[in-house]
């Protein structure tokens, strides 16, 4: 917690933001975290020592292991989405203008729904292995442009925006595929 504070001054001075705004933040990202785990693991101790459990068991978003697994990476992108939303509209930008074309290319992801085996939470880490460097590969490739960059918070939202980008169309495009995929086997 001590570390928490700690990153709050330090952001709040090099930003010139508000410290109880940046704590506000960080209280919502503190407390929100372990829900997170409802949909990955176990449910979160809530109430422990003190209290019974609050939930038992794990939330499922699709009956489909690979459906649910990409379910969970759609709320965790959509959690970075927020995040760089509240920064640019902190810093004076707008998100949509940070997105590189580049992260289009997140769309041949596709091929991997059946070059791969399918992932489920067990084995998340074949989706997460791949999908994630291919978009910090093409958020990292934004960087390299120079001339017209810019301000280093706006080369840097640009790379953060861009991977996002990558990464939910890859997941989108993994998901369609799957789907088609999976419907062919059943209708065959």
Not at 149 to 174: D, F, I, K, P
């Amino acid at each position: 917690r001590l570390g928490a504070v700690a990153a709050v001054v330090v952001a709040a001075r090099r930003t010139g933001h508000a410290a109880p705004a940046l704590v506000g933040a960080a209280a919502v990202g503190l407390l929100s975290h372990p829900f997170g785990d409802v949909l990955m693991a176990a449910p979160p101790p809530l109430l422990a020592p003190v209290g019974p459990a609050l939930l038992d068991g794990r939330v499922g978003l699709a009956a489909d292991p690979t459906v649910n697994l990409l379910g969970v990476l759609f709320v965790e992108v959509a959690a970075v989405w927020l995040a760089l939303w509240t920064y640019a509209r902190l810093t004076g930008r707008r998100l949509r203008d940070s997105v590189s074309p580049a992260a289009t290319l997140g769309l041949a992801f596709a091929v991997a729904a059946v070059a791969l085996p399918r992932p489920t939470m067990a084995s998340a880490h074949l989706l997460g292995f791949t999908a994630v460097p291919l978009a910090v590969v093409l958020g990292v490739s934004t960087l390299r442009r120079r001339r017209d960059a810019g301000s280093r918070g706006e080369v840097l939202l640009r790379a953060a925006a861009t991977g996002t980008a990558a990464l939910a169309l890859a997941a989108g495009a993994y998901l369609l595929a799957y789907s088609v995929a999976v419907r062919g086997l059943v209708a065959g």
